[in-house]
């Protein structure tokens, strides 16, 4: 499994993508399609990006019963992403659930990852809106532990959190970090940053880089900046 840098596509339209991604002539970068993207245009932005020669990340967070999880995982798959997510919150049968929905019949299916607790999340709203009473990085790593013994393939967190999702889970137990920023950048709404070099250091295997490559004066620079330091 290769190390890589995952752009966040967040535009609300497919005429800004591909405004966007039209600039990379280069390298196809690996996408991340979010929810307001593949709500305003739908499953055929998925094909579309896929026939221009670019991975993808379909970042829709799915969280129901294990059935309209497996049944929903089976039409993302059939859209040929090469990874996807749900929540860890779905209990671990729900996550089995959506592996079999995943797996095609020739055995092979898109990387799936969980979403532990949001970043978003902090204890204090998972204590009186959750009543959960752990504290939330235990939390965070029981999910973690759940995901990997239903067979996914990694979770969503936190650089901070990547070093002990690898001592917990396995060195081959993918973590995949956003909150990314440049050294000199700005650091925008996100709360806890590390640089690419910094994420590579603690052992992140894919980064999602959103504003400090969508916002960028030179996007592709910004790209090649972010490959330099974490993969290269
Ligand atoms: O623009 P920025 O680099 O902050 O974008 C980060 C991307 O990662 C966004 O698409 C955001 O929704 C996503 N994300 C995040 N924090 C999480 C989970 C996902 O920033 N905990």
């Known amino acids: 499994m290769g190390k890589d840098v995952i752009i966040a596509c967040d535009f609300d339209s497919a005429a800004k993508t591909f405004a ?63 990874m996807t997510n749900l929540h860890a919150a779905g209990t671990t049968r729900m996550m089995e659930a959506a592996i079999e929905g995943l797996t095609r019949p020739d055995g092979t299916r ?10 978003s999340t902090d204890q204090e709203s998972m204590e009186k ?18 995901a990997k013994i239903a067979g996914l393939d990694g979770v969503v967190c936190s650089p ?28 925008g709404d996100q709360k806890r940053v590390m640089t690419p070099a910094e994420a590579k250091k603690i052992g992140s295997d894919y980064i999602v880089v959103g504003r400090p490559i969508t916002a960028a004066e030179d996007p592709v620079a910004a790209y090649e900046r972010c490959v330099a330091e974490f993969v290269d």
């Open 20 to 82: 966007f991604l039209d600039r990379f002539t280069g390298r196809k970068p690996f996408v991340k399609i979010g929810m307001e993207l593949y709500y305003a245009e739908g499953p055929e932005i998925v094909r579309e990006i896929k026939r221009r020669g670019h991975k993808i990340f379909l970042d829709l967070k799915l969280h129901d019963i294990p059935n309209t999880v497996k049944k929903s995982m089976a039409v993302l798959s059939r859209l040929d992403v090469d």
């Open 110 to 119: 898109p990387m799936l990852i969980a979403v532990t607790q949001l970043t």
């Open 129 to 146: 809106d959750l009543l959960i009473k752990e504290p939330i990085a235990e939390v965070v790593m029981h999910y973690a532990h759940n």
């Open 160 to 187: 901070l959190e990547a070093g002990k999702v690898h001592e917990r889970c396995g060195s081959d137990f993918v973590t995949v970090t956003p909150g990314v920023r440049f050294a000199d950048g700005d650091i």
